[in-house]
């Protein structure tokens, strides 16, 4: 079975610069206007829902237009162009992109009161999908909303903006779109910084620090008084700390107090840290507190970019390392913490980069891949490495005294080179999934 609605004012709407301009078209429910046609008209309830005995739900799945006394802001609002209605799934039309919804999918993502807990926000799951089947499908408000009336009599309203929002799609969802560099390109951006007085005293200076993460992969915080109290201050006002083996706080100096590379003053080619923790941690903070020596600038290499730039310059050696599992490890007395994870980790369905685990210092035994593939890995492992260690991939910036560095671990590898003279490192490490809790509830994920 296939039904097409097409819904043919989409453009015009598109083309209206606010809601006021196209005020003859006028629609069953009022919701939450843009700030523009708020001032003119006021805000009304969006969570009111559309009453299902007042409008038409057709069977031969055709819309209709109800009118009401309220003018609609169209301005944010995705909106469906068409539906097909098949036999088991919906097509939706959206911005030149297809949806495929299954009514499977549909029905379990009923955010009905009886199907979802509004106080908790979790889904009733004592709730049993029945009669997936739809017998009235309907788009309202031109395009933003969609109604279903299931064979079990059961009603359903989605918001389009929340179906493109959260179901399947290859497009990228990202809110902040990363910036991939290379030598180049860095130094032709001004340098992320924020200032410390900004940074403590105001919400703006955090904000600006989580979009420098989320689109260069790093961001300074310059003139932080140099202890290590202000080091954890300055930290604590971004997440909480994740406490490690090394503890909440640590300290790297040349003092070989952890069987480290990291404790001598030799140069550390780039990598990302703690690949050996199932979830490596997410942001590290390194704060300068001395130096007077010279020398051990810091490194950094955007490992998204080198990554994008083998898949493609070979497709193969970059599909490779994001199948094969390589383990990682981290011993000393006391302690032998170990993990599986892959080099790179592609999201499922945009297939855009998500993590680089690049740390050969830390390799532990490969004893997860099998020996016929072992040759092809390494071939594949070397040219990744070439493009992590090419200085046309390398941003080196010294890091003086009083400048605090948060390195988005996840995404962007660091190194320093040798150095003389007495160097001291207060840092911490921020949990991932913490501080992408905090850009998201900022709208910036
Ligand atoms: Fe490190
Ligand atoms: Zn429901």
Redesign the pocket.
């Given at each position: 079975m296939l039904s097409r609605i097409v819904f043919p004012l989409r453009q015009q709407i598109r083309n209206a610069r606010h809601c006021q301009n196209i005020t003859e078209i006028q629609v069953l429910t009022s919701r939450t206007a843009c700030s523009s046609c708020a001032a003119t008209y006021g805000n009304r309830d969006r969570s009111r829902p559309t009453d299902y005995n007042n409008s038409a739900i057709l069977p031969e799945n055709k819309f209709v237009t109800v009118k009401s006394s309220f003018p609609r802001c169209l301005s944010s609002e995705a909106a469906i162009t068409a539906i097909e209605k098949r036999d088991r799934y919906l097509e939706l039309h959206h911005e030149g992109q297809v949806f495929t919804i299954p009514y499977m999918w549909l029905?379990d993502h009923?955010?009905?009161?009886?199907?979802?807990n509004e106080e908790t926000g979790q889904k009733n799951v004592s709730?049993k999908i029945s009669g997936i089947g739809a017998s009235g499908v309907e788009l309202e408000e031109f395009g933003t909303t969609l109604k279903i009336l299931w064979e079990d009599g059961?009603?359903?309203e989605y918001s389009v903006q929340w179906l493109v929002d959260n179901s399947y799609s290859t497009e990228s969802k990202k809110k902040t779109i990363p910036l991939l560099w290379d030598s180049a390109k860095i130094h032709s951006e001004p340098m992320p910084v924020v200032d410390y007085e900004s940074y403590k005293t105001s919400e703006t200076g955090i904000r600006e620090t989580m979009y420098n993460l989320l689109r260069y992969g790093f961001s300074v915080v310059e003139g932080v008084p140099t202890s290590p109290q202000d080091t954890e201050e300055v930290v604590l006002n971004l997440n909480f700390v994740e406490e490690t083996l090394f503890g909440k706080m640590f300290y790297i100096m040349p003092n070989n107090e952890r069987p480290d590379t990291a404790y001598t003053n030799t140069e550390l080619g780039a990598h990302n840290d703690t690949c050996y923790f199932t979830a490596p941690i997410g942001v590290m903070a390194l704060h300068c507190l001395m130096h007077d020596g010279t020398g051990g600038e810091t490194l950094l290499v955007d490992g998204f970019q080198v990554a994008e730039k083998l898949r493609q310059e070979d497709p193969a050696a970059f599909t490779n390392l994001t199948n094969q599992i390589v383990p990682h490890e981290y011993v000393e007395e006391g302690f032998h913490i170990h993990s599986h994870g892959r080099v790179l980790t592609i999201h499922p369905a945009s297939k855009e980069m998500e993590n680089i685990r690049f740390n050969p210092y830390d390799m532990a035994p490969l004893d997860t891949i099998p020996p016929n593939e072992v040759e092809q890995f390494y071939k594949d492992y070397k040219k990744l490495t070439k493009l992590i260690y090419d200085p046309a991939n390398s941003f080196w910036f010294k890091l003086h005294p009083g400048m605090l560095v948060f390195i988005n671990n996840w995404r962007v590898l660091h190194g320093r080179a040798s150095f003389t003279g007495k160097r001291v490192l207060s840092g911490a490490y921020i949990p991932y999934h913490d501080w992408m809790s905090k850009a998201r509830v900022a709208g910036l994920v």
């Open positions: 029905r009923c955010r009905c009161s009886h199907c979802f709730h059961h009603k359903t």
